[in-house]
């Protein structure tokens, strides 16, 4: 292993973080969502 | 739905599984490049990344095609999803490049007719999605971001074929018509990441869907409340 592996390491973490923050924010989205399409379905029934 | 998730959920974890086994192939069972050294390690990650941003950008292409003629408003989900995965894509080669430019060419970017014009593809795909979050009415901004989505799928290709149609310092492809300028061992690692990225851009399409789908339920749902 040489005196780049700084680069390396930086590179490959950053992917690793992207796709896990990317991935989270989906999950959230969806979660987030869900529960407002709960709560809209619960008004509509009360109705 | 719930049916749904769980599949997708089993998907994630086994494109989570396949990225550490890519890793494992990158990093221990690919032998070191003679001329770089450890930092071509770089490549196979940095060409998974691209090859999807490619991939997603087509979708996004065929996807505008099939919404322009049919007005479903399907297409256009699959669209907007694909793009943004492509943006994110794009973005992680944009910063991979550099990352390995810096040691082995010693600057972190050159205006490389490789490198300009993929800034311009991440451009063109974050107006996409700017542009398209600012028109009014869901239809308007359907036809927009379709129209979009073709004509700027026309840098694609110019990305692809720059390094043959001028001179620059990015490196030539490795797998070409004429061979592969790879060792067997580096081969399965670069086919094994890429693979694996493609079934992470699935994954990531199919999560970016649902949370559009659940988007559209909230919006029908609140219209129906105001009708009521």
Same mark, same amino acid.
Request: charged share 15%; aromatic share 22%.
């Given at each position: 292993m040489d005196g780049n592996l700084i680069y390396l390491f930086v590179g490959y973490s950053l992917i690793w973080v992207a796709l896990l923050v990317y991935n989270q924010s989906l999950v959230r989205r969806q979660l987030k969502l869900e529960r407002e399409v709960e709560a809209l379905k619960r008004v509509g029934r009360s109705q | 739905m719930r049916e749904r998730g769980s599949w997708r959920l089993a998907l994630g974890w086994l494109v989570a599984l396949a990225l550490v086994v890519s890793l494992y192939l990158v990093f221990v069972y690919a032998p070191t490049e003679r *001329?770089?050294?450890? &930092?071509? /390690?770089?490549f196979y990650w940095h060409v998974a990344t691209a090859w999807n941003a490619f991939l997603a950008f087509f979708v996004v292409f065929v996807m505008s095609l099939l919404y322009l003629f049919t007005g479903s408003r399907r297409w256009d989900i699959v669209a907007v999803s694909s793009a943004e995965i492509g943006v994110m894509f794009t973005t992680l080669v944009l910063i991979t490049g550099p990352l390995w430019a /810096?040691?082995? #060419?010693? &600057? #972190? #970017? *050159? #205006?490389d007719a490789r490198l300009t014009t993929t800034l311009i593809l991440w451009f063109i795909y974050v107006a996409y999605l700017v542009l398209r979050a600012a028109v009014e009415g869901r239809e308007q901004q359907a036809r927009f971001a379709a129209v979009f989505g073709i004509i700027g799928f026309v840098d694609v290709p110019i990305v692809y074929m720059s390094i043959h149609w001028w001179r620059g310092q990015h490196p030539e492809a490795v797998i070409t018509t004429s061979g592969i300028s790879l060792s067997p061992e580096m081969l399965v690692a670069l086919i094994f990441s890429v693979l694996t990225f493609t079934a992470l851009y699935a994954y990531l399409l199919l999560q970016r869907i649902a949370a559009e789908r659940l988007a559209d339920e909230v919006g029908k749902l609140k219209e129906r409340a105001r009708n009521a």
């Open positions: - | *001329t770089m050294g450890d &930092i071509q /390690r770089m /810096r040691p082995v #060419w010693g &600057i #972190w #970017w *050159t #205006w």
